[in-house]
Structure formats: structure tokens, C-alpha cells
């Protein structure tokens, strides 16, 4: 039997952004094969990559919270990449891409080129205002509705008062990002203030012993994952963005009922 929504097209939702949402990971068979784990100590040969992080778990969450329908998840999240690199990717994702909802950050990479010394890559706060402009009126012509979301802090990459340094920078590029997404009338995420927060709270509450939200002071750990795919499943439930983009699937039809007089 065909059921009402088995037709429709998917709900497809772009990602693009940084390292922090591309979030690659290496991937065997073996690995995931519960019957046939290899040992301990054996060599595993990675095949591919996969990009998993908080976009794969708030896709998962989607999916299990509207199982009638279907999810395409597109993560176009970037290695490296700063606004100029992001404005571009944008242009050449194809105008009759089809996506129901747009999600764009970026900033990190844009504030930490000029820490690390390479400047001709680092983009200046102003012309990172202008890129991020572009990418959400590019993006406004890909997808029916768009939201952004800010970049998570830097952890423990460097001596404490560098990372004081680097976090003031990336604070006035997310700070710039969320003025751009207001004038364009496009929802922001804030996942600094939270993240910072519980950051802060970890430290002080498990001295010696702290689960954290970074793996390596920039990229996340697995609790920083579910930490921001927590973030962007509640302002999708809350704002009820899918139920709003689709609409509700038509019941199915059931034979009628022919009673007999008499």
C-alpha cells in the first residue's frame, strides 16, 4: 500500500559552515560491525570519511521526532574555511537546490588566521560584515527559510591570556554576525552565552577531573557535540520551523462502511 507522505519529497536542510559543523570523522566497517570488533591492537584500515558532530545527531533527533517524514541532511561545513570562503561556497550551491531550511555560521577561522600569523588569510571584522551579508541573501534564494547560528568559543588551544585574546576577537565577529542576521530578519542562535556557561560551570565544579567540551581546545568533544545538536533541536521545536515548512501529511483514506437495514 502507498501511504500519504510516501511521494512527498524530503525535508532537506544546508549546512554551512565551519570545521566546527563539518566535524569529519574516520570510518571503517569494522568499527560498526557489533558482531565482528576487532581486537584490541589490531590494525583497522579507514575507508572514507564521514561528517558526523552535532549536525548528524540533530538529524538523527529530527528524524525521530517526525518519523513520518523524510530528512536530507547536506553538510556543507568547510575545513579552514572563513566568511570569504563561505560567501563563495554559497554562489555555487545551485539555485534550484530545494532546501527547506538554511543553517550558516562562520567566524572562527576569519578571527584565529590573524593569531596564528597568517594574515593574508585572516578577513577583517568588516569584511567579514560584508561577506556574511552576501551568504544570507545567497542563501535566501536556496532555501525557503534561513537561520544562522553563532561560533563556540576556543578552549584550552594556547596559553590562557592568548585564548583571552582570541575569544574578545571571535565575541565581536559573532556579535557582527548576529547584527547581520537581525537586519536580514533571519533568526540567530546564540550558542556562545550557553556554551561559555557550561563550560565555566564544568571547570569549576569537577576540579582535576573535567569532561569538556572541546577535544582539542577548538574542535568538540563528544559532550560538545550533544551539547550544540541539544541547542539547534530546541529552537527547531520550539519555533516549530518543520511543521511550518511542510505541510502536515493527509490522512490516509479508510473504506467506508456499508450498513445494512433491516
Known amino acids: ?32 560491525d557489533q558482531a565482528d570488533m576487532p581486537r584490541v591492537g589490531d590494525t583497522v584500515v579507514v575507508q572514507e570519511h564521514h561528517s558526523r558532530g552535532y549536525v548528524h545527531r540533530a538529524h ?18 568547510q575545513a579552514g574555511a572563513t566568511s570569504r570562503d563561505l560567501a563563495a561556497s554559497a554562489r555555487a550551491q545551485p539555485v534550484d537546490a530545494g532546501y527547506h531550511l538554511a543553517v550558516f555560521g562562520c567566524g572562527i577561522n576569519d578571527a584565529w588566521r590573524a593569531h596564528q600569523g597568517r594574515t593574508a588569510e585572516a578577513v577583517p ?12 541573501t545567497t542563501l535566501a534564494t536556496r532555501a525557503r527559510r534561513v537561520v544562522c547560528v553563532s561560533e563556540t568559543p576556543f578552549g584550552p588551544v594556547a596559553e590562557p591570556q592568548t585564548v583571552a585574546a582570541m575569544n574578545t576577537d571571535l565575541a565581536h565577529y559573532n556579535q557582527a554576525a548576529a547584527r547581520c542576521a537581525a ?9 556562545w552565552t550557553p556554551f561559555t556557561e557550561t563550560a ?23 559532550l560538545g557535540v550533544a551539547f550544540l545538536a541539544r541547542q ?31
Open 200 to 222: 565555566r560551570v564544568l571547570a569549576s565544579q569537577r576540579p582535576g577531573n573535567t569532561p569538556s567540551l572541546w577535544s582539542d581546545g577548538v574542535h568538540l568533544s563528544d
Open 183 to 191: 537586519a536580514a530578519g533571519v533568526p540567530f542562535i546564540d550558542i
Open 232 to 262: 539547534h533541536e530546541t529552537h527547531l521545536r520550539e519555533h516549530r520551523i518543520v511543521e511550518q515548512l511542510q505541510p502536515d501529511p493527509q490522512p490516509q483514506s479508510r473504506p467506508a462502511v456499508i450498513r445494512q437495514s433491516g
Open 60 to 77: 538523527l533527533a529530527l528524524q525521530l521526532a517526525h518519523p513520518q517524514t523524510a530528512f536530507a541532511c547536506d553538510n556543507h561545513g
Open 1 to 32: 500500500m502507498t501511504t500519504a507522505n510516501s511521494t512527498a519529497q524530503p525535508f532537506r536542510i544546508g549546512w554551512l559552515g565551519t570545521p566546527i559543523m563539518e566535524h569529519r570523522e574516520a570510518h571503517s566497517q569494522r568499527l560498526t
Open 125 to 136: 571584522i568588516e569584511e567579514y560584515t560584508e561577506h556574511y551579508t552576501d551568504t544570507l
